[in-house]
């Protein structure tokens, strides 16, 4: 019956991608990669009692003999987490909260999304070699005022590369973990190897040209950054999705990220406004296999770090959009934003939703189906005295109860098979039975 299982072996002999490289360094330099001391001082002056240290997959290997050293040299017990809630690159507050954690350490890359500070925090980055010599040479092509955005692998050679820069007044170097809010309008040159978090800058800033340095590949080379246009593209399709959609899933993907919780509000308000249903789904790092279970979502919205990738992947039932795409599609008071992965780059620009009413409750029709289309909120009849109302639940004339049918109760009542049902009083009671042994690839009594 190979056509219903698949071979044991698949699963022992797979092979787990990593999203990073580990780190190849000489071990005599170890405490100085994982910044011991540095950590060590922190948690001592802040006397801290619970600290968990975070870190990415790529990095796990080491993460044991990070936690000996410290232990070692505080005297205490420091917390390893083992997996994060959602993405390695933001502070993981769900996890530390299972042992009330005073606060967190974080190795590895960040992105550039602002923190909710639910606990204090410390970032200790990776380590990357990079020739100040050689970004000299390839920056001079460049005679414009620009400001060099380092990557977090290139933060320990901020020092070294201003004192080379102290010279060039039209240079600024700044961090990617700076307060990044007056960049706009500057020739900027990132210079870093991760290509997402590169093209988020990009879709964040309002840039007069946008250029990169990848110090992975050599000879290294100043490199005009070509936006994905399919991204941009996309939006308009996915916005017109979100139109015709009847119920929404508004899945929580971050904990870590400034104002997630008023974004779910605002997203919330605007789907009620517009005459739609919603749910509110909390379900961890979401997969293919969880969001299946909801079949009357038509489409999902995900409030996540601009760093996730779950955007574009097209392994989902059902298509899952930003925050910006909600607001393009059912705010009409919005037509000029710029899209950007970070909502947080466009949050207090916004209008209040309070102030939308009734202006979305139009018909057009939909540049997909080609079917007309209402946002007017719907309404279910009171069959028995012809009244109409709000309510989910009416009252028919013999006396049963009629219930929407698109979402909700309404949706599960449908369905054929509604799980295993008690039946309680109506099943004639037996007394225990063997069953069925073996495996279901081919139980014992089956004939083959």
Known sequence: M????????????????????????????????????????????????????????????????????????????????????????????????????????????????????????????????????????VLAKEENEMLVLLDDEYIHSYDHICKAFAYKPNIVVMKIDDDLSDINNNTIVFVGRNKRKLMNI??????????????????????????????????????????????????????????????????????????????????????????????????????????????????FYKPIVTPYDIEMALNPNTTDLNFTYDYNRYLNSLNDVNTIGKSVNETDVSLLTGKLRSNVKEESEDISNGQTGSSQITLKGDGSLSVNSHFGAGYLNDLSWKGLEQNLGQTEVKLVEKGRTGIAQGYENEKI
């Open 2 to 137: 190979p056509q219903f299982s698949t071979n044991e072996s698949v699963s022992l002999e797979k092979e787990i991608e990593l999203k990073g490289e580990i780190p190849q360094f000489d071990f005599q330099q170890f405490d100085q990669t994982y910044e011991i001391q540095k950590c060590a001082q922190w948690i001592k002056d802040n006397e801290y009692q619970k600290v968990c240290l975070q870190f990415p997959d790529h990095l796990l290997p080491h993460s044991t003999e990070v936690a000996l050293k410290l232990q070692k040299i505080l005297g205490q017990t420091v917390y390893i987490l083992g997996d994060t809630a959602y993405e390695s690159c933001c502070i993981d507050y769900v996890a530390a909260a299972h042992i009330n954690a005073d606060a967190i350490i974080h190795f590895g890359p960040i992105c550039f999304s602002k923190s909710s500070e639910n606990l204090p925090y410390l970032n200790v980055y990776e380590k990357k070699t990079i020739s100040v010599t050689e970004l000299d040479k």
């Open 202 to 315: 990009s879709l964040s800033f309002k840039s007069k040209s946008f250029y990169y340095v990848d110090p992975s590949k050599q000879p290294l080379d100043l490199i005009p950054y070509q936006p994905d246009s399919k991204i941009i593209k996309r939006r308009y399709f996915l916005i017109e999705k979100v139109k015709d959609a009847s119920t929404i899933g508004i899945v929580i993907g971050t904990m870590a990220v400034k104002n997630y919780l008023k974004v779910i509000e605002r997203v919330k308000k605007l789907v009620e406004a517009s005459g739609k249903k919603y749910y509110l789904i909390s379900v961890g790092k979401p997969t293919v296999a969880k969001l299946a279970n909801l079949g009357e979502i038509d489409i999902y919205v995900m409030v996540t770090c601009a760093m996730n990738k779950i955007y574009d992947s097209r392994d």
